[in-house]
T-cell receptor, first 113, second 112 residues
Framework: ETGVTQSPTHLIKTRGQQVTLRCSSQ?????VSWYQQALGQGPQFIFQ???????GRGNFPPRFSGLQFPNYSSELNVNALELDDSALYLC????????????FGSGTRLTVV | KQEVTQIPAALSVPEGENLVLNCSFT??????LQWFRQDPGKGLTSLLL?????REQTSGRLNASLDKSSGRSTLYIAASQPGDSATYLC???????????FGKGTRLHILP
């Protein structure tokens, strides 16, 4: 059984650029959620995808968008990067009910300069 | 709106001691609660998951309890070791297909 894998592990971008982060869900999981974790804070919910559609969104602007593919993998896209977007981005997978909890990946550290 | 609080924010204890980390939540109608461990700059490792109908879960030296009526959970770590040094996060889910809401974590340092 493979866990959740995220790529890349680290990324440095310039303010105003666009970035795409990728996530492969754990085998048997069909739901993917994305979280942003600023330094010293708990993770904040960005959005969740199920059956290739957005199934819930946190308090993030539209320049944060996502995709889910038929194999349940997912992408997080951020346009017009701002300095405050610098954070650890975490992907989590689960079954649709969340009954068995969430499995997280190792994260992507994004630095915007 | 559900809020999750973890106290203390940081804790340092000598190796070998038993310790308790606390998590409180404002809305007791949770679906389940999960404890995670996070090493610096790394992702989250799930430690224990407690369903809303359960009172506690155990894994090795870890025991997590849940008291829904009072909006509290505790994570008990027995015989602490330097390798237990990490940030411990508590997270609750309100519904079966909903997001999970995190506390800010407790940063634990075990002194050799």
């Amino acid at each position: 059984e493979t866990g959740v894998t995220q790529s890349p592990t680290h990324l440095i971008k310039t303010r105003g650029q666009q970035v795409t982060l990728r996530c492969s869900s754990q085998s048997g999981h069909n739901t993917v959620s994305w979280y942003q974790q600023a330094l010293g804070q708990g993770p904040q919910f960005i959005f969740q995808y199920y059956r290739e559609e957005e199934n819930g969104r946190g308090n993030f602007p539209p320049r944060f968008s996502g995709l889910q593919f038929p194999n349940y993998s997912s992408e997080l896209n951020v346009n017009a990067l701002e300095l405050d977007d610098s954070a650890l981005y975490l992907c989590a997978s689960s079954d649709y009910t969340g009954y068995y909890g969430y499995t997280f990946g190792s994260g992507t550290r994004l630095t915007v300069v | 709106k559900q809020e999750v609080t973890q106290i203390p924010a940081a804790l340092s204890v000598p190796e070998g001691e038993n310790l308790v980390l606390n998590c409180s939540f404002t809305d007791s109608a949770i679906y389940n609660l999960q404890w995670f461990r996070q090493d610096p700059g790394k992702g989250l490792t799930s430690l224990l998951l407690i369903q809303s109908s359960q009172r506690e879960q155990t894994s090795g030296r870890l025991n997590a309890s849940l008291d829904k009526s009072s909006g509290r959970s505790t994570l008990y770590i027995a015989a602490s070791q330097p390798g237990d040094s990490a940030t411990y996060l508590c997270a609750v889910s309100m519904n079966r297909d909903d997001k999970i809401i995190f506390g800010k974590g407790t940063r634990l340092h075990i002194l050799p």
